[in-house]
């Protein structure tokens, strides 16, 4: 079992940054890809960032690449996802995900374990 917190998420502008943690429980987060996804209001969620078990591997959706960056720490059961030049089009509910089976980063479904969110809200 793991359990996974995020944190960081809040109300900025257009332009602005923000930085979400995700710690994570238990002493094997290091098996874990790990993945941010977001979901707006009447949209489905959508995969956002991930990162593979060691960190030497990153995937991003199109539309965040060169504005967000997915880290993580081992060594403290965490995760980031460092968000920079936020659009208002970024307005969602930010989950993080952890993925045992590696089988496709991509997609919610290969996730096993959830956060329970946070908010981040951009506006114009």
């Known amino acids: 079992q793991v359990q996974l917190v995020e944190s960081g998420g809040g109300l900025v502008q257009a332009g602005g940054s923000l930085r979400l943690s995700c710690a994570a429980s238990?002493?094997?987060?290091?098996?874990?890809?790990m993945g941010w996804f977001r979901q707006a209001p009447g949209k489905e969620r959508e995969f956002v960032a991930a990162?593979?078990?060691?960190?030497?591997?990153?995937l991003y959706k199109d539309s965040v690449k060169g504005r967000f960056t997915i880290s993580r720490d081992n060594a403290k059961n965490t995760v980031y996802l460092q968000m920079n030049s936020l659009k208002p089009e970024d307005t969602a509910v930010y989950y993080c995900?952890?993925?045992?089976?590696?089988?496709?980063?991509?997609?919610?479904?290969?996730?096993?374990?959830w956060g329970q969110g946070t908010q981040v809200t951009v506006s114009s």
């Open positions: 995900a952890a993925d045992s089976r590696l089988q496709n980063a991509l997609s919610a479904s290969a996730y096993d374990y």
């Open positions: 238990g002493r094997t987060f290091s098996r874990y890809a």
């Open positions: 990162i593979s078990r060691s960190g030497d591997s990153t």
